[in-house]
């Protein structure tokens, strides 16, 4: 009652810096000063759809120009990248450090080591469909939100880690690696 009380009388507050800070302090939103902040930004849900909105709009508009969908002044480097090479760049570096900490979960639960061959080496080994159902689920989970999906449904057995050899292998023979049952290939 009482915080509500101060953010009306913030909203005559001398500059709209002052009156921010008082929004804030009371958990208002700060750019509207009417609702709740939500719990990820200090505006609320209303304000930071709208925020979001805008921003998508402006980045449709850049792509449709073909210009970078961050900075809009260089042009973007293709249809699937739509970033100039510098405004890539930390965006490429923030997905990669988003995924790896359930990359390295994902590696620890089914070990570090091909399931067929046995190779180690972590550079090699990629994360394989039991069943080959991943042509199926790739349309579903974007690759780098892989990892992230076998943590949060909890380590399902429809997984292993195979090394890139023995992932080829077993596509180009029909679902078994060739380490296991020979086929003809050539
Ligand atoms: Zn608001
Ligand atoms: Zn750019
Ligand atoms: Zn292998
Ligand atoms: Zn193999």
């Known amino acids: 009652m009482g915080d509500k009380e101060d953010a009306r009388k913030a909203r005559y507050a001398n500059t709209d810096r002052e009156r921010m800070r008082w929004y804030d302090m009371v ?3 700060t750019k509207c000063g009417n609702d709740m902040q939500s719990a990820t930004s ?3 849900k209303s304000c930071a759809a709208k925020q979001s909105k805008m921003v998508m709009a402006r980045e449709k508009r850049l792509v449709a120009n073909g210009l970078c969908r961050k900075c ?3 042009p973007f480097m ?3 990248v739509s970033y100039c090479a510098g405004c890539y760049e930390p965006v490429l570096r923030r997905a990669k450090a988003w995924h790896k900490p359930y990359l390295k979960m994902v590696f620890d639960h089914y070990g570090r080591k091909c399931a067929c061959c046995g190779e180690t080496e972590p550079m090699f080994l990629t994360i394989d469909h039991v069943n080959n159902d991943g042509n199926v689920e ?3 989970i974007r ?3 892989l990892p992230k999906h076998i943590v949060d449904s909890g380590f399902p057995k429809s997984y292993q880690i195979l090394c890139y050899n023995c ?6 023979n029909g679902g078994v690696c060739p380490h296991t049952k ?3 290939f050539l």
């Open 27 to 29: 958990g208002l939103c």
């Open 42 to 44: 200090k505006w609320c």
């Open 72 to 74: 809009g002044k260089k």
């Open 78 to 80: 293709s249809k699937s």
């Open 138 to 140: 790739r349309k579903a």
């Open 143 to 145: 690759s780098n939100a």
């Open 167 to 172: 992932n080829c292998g077993k596509h180009r």
């Open 182 to 184: 020979k086929g003809d």
